[in-house]
């Protein structure tokens, strides 16, 4: 299959791959971003049109992209309380784990910082 591919495009794919992996949310958001810009441009292009069939689609395309734009609100809004849960439950069930973690971090940027210092 990519033996006619050339190692450019391997090398383009496989990178692709691993940030779509990496990255799901983020890549399905960009996604979505340009999906909705493309159709605000394809009903800003469909405004002045006289045929009437093309402007019931236009009807409905704005329907469908308002829909869209609110599902996305309320998915991202949904994704952020669920996030503010889940941390919130992590932290009452383990106190003492959270409390480790926070001061690692705090050592991590204490230490970050007094290099930062040194060096200057």
């Known amino acids: 299959m990519f033996s006619r591919v050339s190692r450019r495009t391997r090398a383009r794919v496989h990178r692709a791959a691993k940030v779509l992996n990496q ?21 800003e292009r469909l405004t ?7 402007r019931r689609l236009r009807a409905q395309t704005e329907k469908a992209l308002a829909s869209a734009k609110a599902a996305v609100a ?17 932290i009452r069930g383990r106190p003492w784990s959270s409390i480790g973690l926070v001061a690692l971090g705090v050592l991590a940027i204490g230490l970050w910082t007094g290099r930062a210092v040194m060096r200057d």
């Open 23 to 43: 990255y799901p949310a983020d890549v399905a958001n960009e996604e979505m971003r340009m999906l909705i810009s493309t159709v605000d441009d394809l009903i």
């Open 48 to 54: 002045a049109t006289a045929d009437p069939e093309l």
């Open 74 to 90: 309320e998915g991202g809004a949904q994704a952020l309380n669920r996030a503010q849960e889940l941390g919130e439950a992590h």
